[in-house]
Nanobody, 118 residues
């Protein structure tokens, strides 16, 4: 079955950096689009970034453009989110999502907490 395991979250000061990882198993990783979402307390879960199956196409929310970078390594079945110049408003639980190419059904990881605070 599809399994997604996020890691790399934590507490960081404003202006700092973190790299999130999402390890995938149970499906043909190189054929699926992958995304990162985040959900702040009391708010809806929102798309942060997505990357096509080959890595050739990426998309970002306006709020993170120029600060976050999504990447994937299809040899390691892993997708990454490099987060730089972090702001307190980036505080959220970050979720990895895998999108099945034929049905467009999405599978979610369990999430990893990112807290940006001094």
């Amino acid at each position: 079955q599809v399994q997604l395991v996020e890691s790399g979250g934590g507490l960081v000061q404003p202006g700092g950096s973190l790299r999130l990882s999402c390890g995938a198993s149970g499906f043909t990783f190189s054929g699926w689009t992958m995304s990162w979402y985040r959900q702040a307390p009391g708010k809806e879960r929102r798309l942060v970034a997505s990357i096509s199956n080959t890595g050739g196409t990426t998309n970002y929310a306006d709020s993170v453009k120029g600060r976050f970078t999504i990447a994937r390594d299809n040899t390691k079945n892993t997708v990454y989110l490099q987060m730089n110049s972090l702001k307190p408003e980036d505080t959220a639980v970050y979720y990895c999502k895998a999108i099945e190419p034929k049905t467009i059904f999405g599978y979610w990881g369990q999430g990893t907490q990112v807290t940006v605070s001094s």
